[in-house]
């Protein structure tokens, strides 16, 4: 009909000392309270049956002290209006926002940074007993958490390494909120916002770095043509020929493209000789 939670949490008493009974007084209000059940049959039963869904349990106390066998549910339990009192508790995983928090990193950057959490309750009569509000609490501790772990972090590796923190801060909560009985199932790290100015350096040093290495790259590959080049002329200066075919291969390429203006090279050898036949003539003329 139900299960129960196998774990009972310590009542405030010394461990291993047992907690005193209800008493007399206890005892004959109980009595009293089952001969009234039985002598409003089948009325009393809409007030002495409880059912709870299967994703739910039932924390109950009777006369103020919680009932032995743990929680009960999924399904139909029974309680004594007139001395118990009951408590649900959602077994389900809840997911929430911690709110962006303004922290210091390690090398004093100061960054907002928010995150979600997902818990879900384990055990529901721990987190019932030993904490006033088990979700509140947690919402608090994870805030805190978060400004602890990030505060002995860089810049760089909280926004480098944000999975190695999510697992740190995973860790750290849950062994914090065991007691509670609440089991932190997974830590995500949202947004890291940085400061305006920040955002305005960090763009213009890699826009420097950018630029950096494309004047590097040029100047390689400047580098390479000119070795290329230096090739190509000394292959060329071994044959005289080779240049003129030269000449007639980037003819054929220009008169291809349909060019009304043909630009000719000449050697330099033509002008070198064409010079020296006239300096011969200039001679000659002067004799």
């Not at 608090?140 to 999975?163: C, F, H, P, Q």
């Not at 770095?209 to 000394?234: C, M, N, S, T, Y």
């Amino acid at each position: 009909m139900y299960g129960k939670d196998t774990h009972i949490p310590d009542d405030g008493t010394e461990h291993g000392a047992k907690s005193e009974g209800p008493g007399c007084c206890g005892w004959v209000l109980t009595i009293l309270s089952y001969i009234l059940i039985g002598c409003t049959l089948p009325f009393s039963l809409c007030f002495t049956l409880k059912v709870v869904q299967e994703y739910e349990r039932a924390v109950i106390f009777r006369l103020g002290r919680l009932l032995p066998g743990g929680a009960k549910g999924p399904g139909i339990f029974f309680i004594v209006p007139c001395t118990d009192e009951y408590r649900k508790v959602d077994l389900r995983t809840v997911s929430f926002d911690v709110a962006p928090q303004e922290i210091l990193s390690k090398d004093s950057v100061t960054v907002a940074v928010d995150a979600v959490i997902y818990f879900r309750i384990k055990n529901a009569t721990a987190s019932i007993v030993k904490v006033n509000n088990s979700n509140a609490a947690t919402r608090l501790l994870a805030a805190t958490t978060l400004r602890n772990v990030l505060g002995t972090k860089t810049m760089a590796e909280i926004l480098s390494d944000r999975e190695h923190i999510s697992h740190t801060m995973q860790s750290i909560l849950d062994e914090a909120t065991d007691p509670w009985g609440i089991l932190v199932e997974r830590v995500e790290i949202k947004d890291v916002r940085l400061p305006v100015q920040l955002q305005r350096a960090m763009a213009a040093e890699a826009e420097a770095a950018r630029e950096a290495r494309a004047k590097v790259i040029a100047a390689e590959g400047e580098q390479k043509a000119a070795r290329a080049l230096k090739e190509a002329a000394d292959t060329m200066a071994e044959s005289p020929g080779a240049l003129q075919l030269r000449y007639l291969q980037t003819l054929n390429t220009i008169s291809a493209e349909k060019n009304s203006t043909i630009v000719f090279p000449i050697p330099m050898e033509f002008l070198a000789m064409a010079k020296k036949s006239i300096g011969n003539g200039n001679g000659n003329a002067s004799m």
